[in-house]
Nanobody, 117 residues
Framework: QVQLVESGGGLVQVGGSLRLSCAAS????????MGWYRQIEGRGLELAAS???????HYADSVKGRFTISRDDAKNTVYLQMNNLKPEDTAVYYC???????????WGQGTQVTVSS
């Protein structure tokens, strides 16, 4: 079992920055990858960024070059640095993790990011 708690969302202007945090607790040894999904109004879930246990990162084309995912193992925390934000980035952002299976099986509660135009 893994518990995830997101924080850091808020309201920013176009071109601004935010850093989202996701604190993990529980059976941390079982985590194989962590990712940030986002739910944009009128659309389905999109995997914005992910990081694997060996440190490899992946980004959706829509955020590549603007977002950076990282982790601090000592703090059991994964971050999403979001720069040059656009109105299209407005969404609920969810932290999620893979454990022993191939899917993201544990999810946080989500944090709202709103980018004003």
């Amino acid at each position: 079992q893994v518990q995830l708690v997101e924080s850091g969302g808020g309201l920013v202007q176009v071109g601004g920055s935010l850093r989202l945090s996701c604190a993990a607790s529980g059976s941390l040894f079982s985590i194989s990858a962590m990712g940030w999904y986002r739910q944009i109004e009128g659309r389905g879930l999109e995997l914005a960024a992910s990081i694997t246990s060996d440190g490899r990162t992946h980004y959706a084309d829509s955020v590549k070059g603007r977002f950076t995912i990282s982790r601090d193992d000592a703090k059991n925390t994964v971050y999403l640095q979001m720069n040059n934000l656009k109105p299209e980035d407005t969404a609920v952002y969810y932290c999620a993790t893979k454990t022993t299976g191939p899917r993201y099986d544990y999810w946080g509660q989500g944090t709202q990011v709103t980018v004003s135009s």
